[in-house]
């Protein structure tokens, strides 16, 4: 069982930031990648960032120069930094994590957090 709890969202001016966070905890053996995703409405849900263990990270053309995204492995825990934000931006943005539950490098698993509203409007 893992969880992962976000916090961050909210409403935001064009041209402003907000930084979104993101912690996983529970029967965690390893992560392997943690990754930002956002739905708009009518939209499916698409990648923004992710960043794996080692550090490396992949950004959607949208959001590239403008997100940053990072993450702490001893807290289990990312971020995706936001500047330069756009109406373009708004949706619902979710933390995700592939767990590797033990010690068998097969066993893993997709987590999904609940999802936080980021709207940017004047």
């Known amino acids: 069982q893992v969880q992962l709890v976000e916090s961050g969202g909210g409403l935001v001016q064009p041209g402003g930031s907000l930084r979104l966070s993101c912690a996983a905890s529970?029967?965690?053996?390893?992560?392997?990648?943690m990754g930002w995703y956002r739905q708009a409405p009518g939209k499916q849900r698409e990648l923004v960032a992710l960043?794996?263990?080692?550090?490396?990270?992949n950004y959607a053309d949208s959001v590239k120069g403008r997100f940053t995204i990072s993450g702490d492995n001893a807290k289990n825990t990312v971020y995706l930094q936001m500047n330069s934000l756009k109406p373009e931006d708004t949706a619902v943005y979710y933390c995700?994590?592939?767990?590797?539950?033990?010690?068998?490098?097969?066993?893993?698993?997709?987590?999904w957090g609940q999802g936080t509203q980021v709207t940017v409007s004047s």
């Open positions: 995700n994590a592939l767990v590797q539950l033990d010690s068998s490098a097969t066993n893993y698993r997709n987590y």
């Open positions: 529970g029967t965690i053996f390893s992560i392997n990648v």
């Open positions: 960043i794996s263990s080692g550090g490396s990270t």
